[in-house]
C-alpha cells in the first residue's frame, strides 16, 4: 500500500471564500503515483470546509447569501462561542453545513469524478493562514 | 489490496425522490470479494446525494418539505445560478445539505452497520440519466 | 493491509449532548498499530452523528440552539415521522445536518489533525445505549 500526505495552504484576504482546488489534489495524486485507491482532502481548520460541487460564480453568491441567512455574522453577541473574544462563530456553524472533507475514489491514477465535480476549500473565516490536508492511499 | 468499482445509473421520473440503494451496494460488495475494507458510495452529479438515513416514508416526507423550506425551488429567479438558464440552484444547496457521499465500513465481507442504518440515493433534480459511484478498497 | 474495528458505547442521560471522543478514537489508533493510513468513525445511529469541530462550551450551546431552531423538536405533531408512535424526526434531520461520519488521516501512527480539531460524538436522542463504530485501515 501507498500513501501520500500533502498540506495544501491558504491566506484568502476576504473573511468568505470559495476556492477551487481540484488542480492542486490533481497534482498531489500524479506525485503520489497512486492508481487505484482513495484521496481524503479536509480542512484542517474547524471554521472551513472541503466540499464537492459546481465552480459557477452565480451558484457561489447563493451559497453565500443562503448562508449568512442560516447562520448570520451580525450580531456576534448572538453566538455565546463569541462570548470567548472571538467573533467567528458563525463560521464554525456554516463550516458544519458545507463539510469538513471529501472523500474521492481513484481510478486509472485519475480523480474518479462526473462530469462537473470540483473541489472547493470553503473559507469562512480569513485573512490568515490556513491549510488543508491531502491524505492519498492505495497502490 | 483489492479494488472494485460500479456505477449504479438512475433515471427518477420525478425532480425530487429517495431511492434505497443498499441492496445494490451489498451486491458490488459481493463481486468484489473484499472481506475487510471500506466502500465509499458518492453521487456523481452535483444535483443529488448519498446519505445514509431511516427507510421510512413519513421521513423521507418530512425530509422534503424540511429542505424545500430551507432552499425553496420557487421562484427560480431569487438564485443567481439560475441565471445561467438553469433552473435547479436550490438542487445544488440541498445536496450540499443531504451530503455528496458515504464512507462504510466493511466487516467480514458486509456492510458494517448498526440497526436501521440503509443507504439512499437523493435526487433533487431528475428526470434524467444520473449516475452513483460505488468504490471499494481492502483485502 | 492491517484493519480493526471497535465499538464505542454511548447512554447519555439527556435527549441531547456533544461527547468529545477524540481519546477514545486515539486509543483505538494505538492498539491497531497502524502508521499510515484512514480511519472511519461513525454513528451506527441515524439520529446521531460524529463529526468534528471546536471543544467549546459556548460553541455547542450555539448548535444546541441553532439546531432546534432549525429542525424544533415540538411540536412533534409536524413532522410525519412522528405518525410511527415515534417523537424523533427532528433528531434524523439533526443528525442530516451535522453529519454521520468522519474519515482521519494517520501519519506516522497518529490522527493527522489541524490545531483545534477534536471528534464529537452527537446525541440527538439520547437516553438509551447507542454505539460509534471505529473503523481503521492501513499498515
Same mark, same amino acid.
Request: proline share 4%; glycine share 8%; hydrophobic share 35%.
Given at each position: 500500500?501507498?500513501?501520500?500526505?500533502?498540506?495544501?495552504?491558504?491566506?484568502?484576504?476576504?473573511?468568505?471564500?470559495?476556492?477551487?482546488?481540484?488542480?492542486?489534489?490533481?497534482?498531489?495524486?500524479?506525485?503520489?503515483?497512486?492508481?487505484?485507491?482513495?484521496?481524503?482532502?479536509? $480542512?484542517?481548520?474547524?471554521? $472551513?470546509?472541503?466540499?464537492?460541487?459546481?465552480?459557477?460564480? /452565480?451558484?457561489? $453568491?447563493?451559497?453565500?447569501?443562503?448562508?449568512?441567512?442560516?447562520?448570520?455574522?451580525?450580531?456576534?453577541?448572538?453566538?455565546?462561542?463569541?462570548?470567548? /473574544?472571538?467573533?467567528?462563530?458563525?463560521?464554525?456553524?456554516?463550516?458544519?453545513?458545507?463539510?469538513?472533507?471529501?472523500?474521492?475514489?481513484?481510478?486509472?491514477?485519475?480523480?474518479?469524478?462526473?462530469?462537473?465535480?470540483?473541489?472547493?476549500?470553503?473559507?469562512?473565516?480569513?485573512?490568515?493562514?490556513?491549510?488543508?490536508?491531502?491524505?492519498?492511499? /492505495?497502490?
Amino acid at each position: 500500500m501507498k500513501t501520500y500526505r500533502k498540506e495544501l495552504w491558504f491566506n484568502v484576504p476576504t473573511r468568505r471564500a470559495f476556492v477551487n482546488i481540484t488542480p492542486e489534489v490533481q497534482s498531489c495524486l500524479r506525485d503520489s503515483g497512486v492508481k487505484e485507491g482513495l484521496v481524503l482532502v479536509n $480542512a484542517m481548520h474547524i471554521s $472551513a470546509s472541503v466540499f464537492i460541487n459546481d465552480d459557477e460564480r /452565480g451558484l457561489h $453568491a447563493d451559497f453565500t447569501r443562503w448562508l449568512e441567512q442560516l447562520a448570520p455574522h451580525e450580531p456576534v453577541r448572538q453566538w455565546r462561542h463569541n462570548d470567548t /473574544g472571538e467573533d467567528n462563530a458563525d463560521s464554525h456553524i456554516k463550516r458544519q453545513i458545507m463539510g469538513r472533507e471529501v472523500v474521492v475514489a481513484i481510478t486509472d491514477g485519475k480523480l474518479d469524478f462526473g462530469p462537473w465535480e470540483q473541489i472547493f476549500y470553503g473559507e469562512f473565516d480569513g485573512r490568515r493562514r490556513k491549510r488543508v490536508l491531502v491524505k492519498i492511499i /492505495g497502490e
